[in-house]
């Protein structure tokens, strides 16, 4: 049967271009697959979509940020009807948001020292410190500030630009990426990934200019911290109810991992890291999609 596939796609974040890079690979791989596309920019298109979505078996997601991460986009088709690869609304939304997602799993893995703040604050732990927003993706909006200036300065205009801001405890480590995919009815945890930024650390450069970071995967880890790792994530993506793929990013130091954040809708782009470890295990970009599509439509 020949399936046809609706790409949403671009929307309305800060994210947007991210997610027209990761769009235009997906796009490729659909029809490589043999299945066929339709294209939807969540930006212009919507009304175009409510129109046909009906012509099409499945919805790829593959929005950035805000609408197509928060649960906005996907309660929108909950209420079409149509089947959509990723989680749901009541889970990406819980997970969109740093705060409650941190708050949510504290008591079971290692995360670190937070505050949240809708105003300025003084510094309510040592420098270095790190500044986020509480809802945000590809690292915009991040900062180390290592002294009082930086800190002002940052915290104020983060505060404009986002509203809520996450104060976090930063530790020096070794930063990681650790994507999880579902076959069917087994979750895969991918080979792990580990990031070395030119930058100071994993930002929106580092992450979407060629040559700023370099990867290592597998990540060269003690076999009982990487099976740590492995059997911990999974039981926080079951935990979560997340479906279909995601990445975790973490950080380890002293042999012990703090859980940073949780993507339910991982960057496709050629420079992307759950492509990287998907390949690290055997799978080519083409069989990454036709794993998340055969999820959901069944011969």
Not at 118 to 135: H, T, V
Request: aromatic fraction near 12%; hydrophobic fraction near 35%.
């Amino acid at each position: 049967m020949n399936y046809k596939i609706a790409l949403i796609y671009g929307g309305n974040s800060n994210e947007r271009e991210v997610s027209i890079r990761s769009a235009k690979n997906i796009a490729m791989a659909i029809v490589k697959n043999g299945y066929s596309l339709c294209k939807y920019d969540l930006k212009t298109d919507w009304e175009r979509f409510v129109n046909e979505y009906k012509i099409a078996d499945l919805v790829f997601n593959i929005v950035h940020g805000y609408e197509g991460e928060d649960g906005t986009l996907q309660r929108k088709l909950e209420k079409l009807g149509i089947e959509y690869i990723g989680s749901d609304s009541s889970t990406s939304e819980k997970t969109f948001d740093k705060w409650a997602f941190i708050q949510s799993i504290k008591k079971d893995f290692s995360v670190p020292k937070s505050f949240l703040t809708d105003k300025y604050i003084e510094p309510p732990l040592d420098f270095p410190l790190i500044i986020k927003p509480r809802k945000s993706g590809s690292s915009l909006g991040i900062h180390i500030c290592h002294n009082l200036d930086e800190y002002n300065k940052f915290l104020k205009e983060e505060l404009q630009n986002f509203g809520e801001i996450i104060i976090q405890e930063y530790i020096k480590g070794r930063e990681i990426s650790v994507s999880i995919i579902q076959k069917n009815d087994e979750t895969l945890v991918l080979p792990i990934l580990e990031i070395k930024p030119k930058n100071e650390f994993y930002d929106y450069e580092a992450k979407y200019t060629e040559g700023y970071t370099d990867f290592e995967v597998p990540a060269k880890l003690e076999k009982d911290l990487e099976e740590k790792i492995i059997k911990d994530f999974k039981k926080l993506f079951l935990m979560m109810n997340i479906r279909d793929f995601c990445r975790i990013d973490a950080i380890i130091k002293n042999d012990k991992y703090y859980i940073l954040e949780i993507n339910t809708i991982p960057g496709m782009t050629e420079l992307s890291d759950l492509p990287q470890s998907a390949a690290a295990y055997g799978l080519s970009f083409e069989e990454l999609v036709d794993i998340l599509i055969k999820n959901h439509l069944k011969d």
